[in-house]
C-alpha cells in the first residue's frame, strides 16, 4: 500500500466520495486513528439497524474474526473511507449498529457490518461483539460458531 493510500485514507479529506475502495489485506495494515478518542469496549452500546427493527432478530455474539472469515479472503479488508469514517465516528460516540449474519448453503454468511467488525477489532481492541440474526437462521448460526470454536 503506498504512502498514498496511507494518507488518504486516515485523512479523513473529502468524504463526500463513497465510490472509492481501498484493500487493507490484514488488520495490522490499516491506519491508527489519530482523529476520534474511542471509549472502552465494554461501554460500547449497540443497537439494530433501521431494517433489523422492522422485524424481530435474535442477537448472538459471535467472535469478530470467525465473523470476518465468512467473507471471501480479498474481501475481509476491502475498505471504502467514507463508511471507515462513519463508523469510527459512530463508535466514538459509544454506540453502533449491530453488525448483521445470516446462514446459507455455504454456512454463516455476514449480510452486514465489515467495517464495524474491522474497527471494533483494529481501533477498540474488541474480539466478540452481539450480531443481529434473523429468527429462522439463529440456530443454524449458532451451531456453526460453535462448531468453530470445538475446532479451535
Given at each position: 500500500m ?11 479529506t473529502?468524504?463526500t ?10 488488520l495490522?495494515?490499516?491506519?491508527a486513528c ?8 465494554s461501554e460500547l452500546r449497540?443497537?439494530l439497524s433501521p431494517?433489523?427493527?422492522?422485524g424481530?432478530f435474535a442477537?448472538?455474539e459471535?467472535?469478530?474474526q470467525a ?7 480479498q474481501m475481509?479488508y476491502?475498505?471504502?473511507p467514507y463508511r471507515?469514517?462513519r463508523?469510527k465516528?459512530q ?10 449474519m445470516?446462514?446459507?448453503y455455504?454456512?454463516a454468511?455476514l ?6 467488525i ?7 481492541g474488541?474480539d466478540r461483539?452481539p450480531f443481529?440474526?434473523h ?5 443454524a448460526?449458532?451451531d456453526?460458531f460453535?462448531?468453530?470454536a470445538?475446532?479451535a
Amino acid at each position: 500500500m503506498s504512502g498514498y493510500y496511507q494518507l488518504r485514507f486516515s485523512a479523513n479529506t473529502d468524504l463526500t466520495i463513497g465510490d472509492e475502495w481501498y484493500n487493507w489485506q490484514a488488520l495490522e495494515n490499516l491506519p491508527a486513528c489519530q482523529v476520534f478518542q474511542f471509549p472502552p469496549a465494554s461501554e460500547l452500546r449497540f443497537r439494530l439497524s433501521p431494517v433489523a427493527e422492522a422485524g424481530e432478530f435474535a442477537i448472538i455474539e459471535i467472535p469478530l474474526q470467525a465473523a470476518l472469515d465468512t467473507m471471501l479472503p480479498q474481501m475481509r479488508y476491502q475498505l471504502n473511507p467514507y463508511r471507515w469514517h462513519r463508523v469510527k465516528q459512530q463508535l466514538s460516540q459509544g454506540e453502533i449498529e449491530n453488525p448483521e449474519m445470516g446462514y446459507g448453503y455455504s454456512g454463516a454468511d455476514l449480510m452486514d457490518g465489515r467495517h464495524r467488525i474491522v474497527a471494533m477489532m483494529r481501533l477498540m481492541g474488541m474480539d466478540r461483539a452481539p450480531f443481529a440474526v434473523h429468527p429462522d437462521r439463529a440456530e443454524a448460526v449458532r451451531d456453526h460458531f460453535a462448531r468453530l470454536a470445538l475446532q479451535a
